[in-house]
């Protein structure tokens, strides 16, 4: 008879259990719970051509998870898309440019910084 609360015991401990050796279901170790994940719910306003867009998107939470890591991922250094230069770091970048410039790179031709000091 399993009693209440118990897992199914496997059938060999079963059959030790048959044979006399009598154990407490309950100071049998219980296997560990998995850990839970944390998660927030964020939410956003967006404009209705957007909307229109992500309507169409069978999972839009996970493609909006992806959108996010894929844009956090490919962060500019300086202003770590903001879009904008603090003082401070515009101070920082004119110090650096002054020994490094700009150049279209010739395989993907994307705008890269090379060091002038060369």
């Known amino acids: 008879m399993k009693r209440r609360g118990c897992k199914e015991m496997p059938r060999d401990r079963l ?4 044979l006399g050796n009598i154990i407490n279901c309950r ?3 219980m296997p560990k719970k998995p850990s839970k994940i944390t998660r ?3 939410t956003f306003k967006v404009e ?8 169409g998107i ?4 996970a493609f909006i998870r992806t959108a996010l890591l894929a844009a956090l991922n490919n962060l500019c250094p300086l202003c770590r898309g ?15 440019s002054r020994d490094h410039g700009t150049k279209d790179c010739g395989t993907c031709h994307e705008l890269t910084i090379v060091s002038e000091a060369a």
Do not use: Y
Request: no cysteine; aromatic share 6%; charged share 30%.
């Open 40 to 42: 927030e719910v964020i």
């Open 48 to 55: 209705e051509s957007l909307l229109e867009m992500l309507r």
């Open 15 to 18: 059959t030790e259990v048959l």
């Open 27 to 29: 100071s049998m170790p």
């Open 82 to 96: 903001t879009g904008i230069l603090t003082p401070e770091k515009k101070e920082h970048w004119t110090e650096f």
């Open 58 to 61: 069978p999972n839009r939470s």
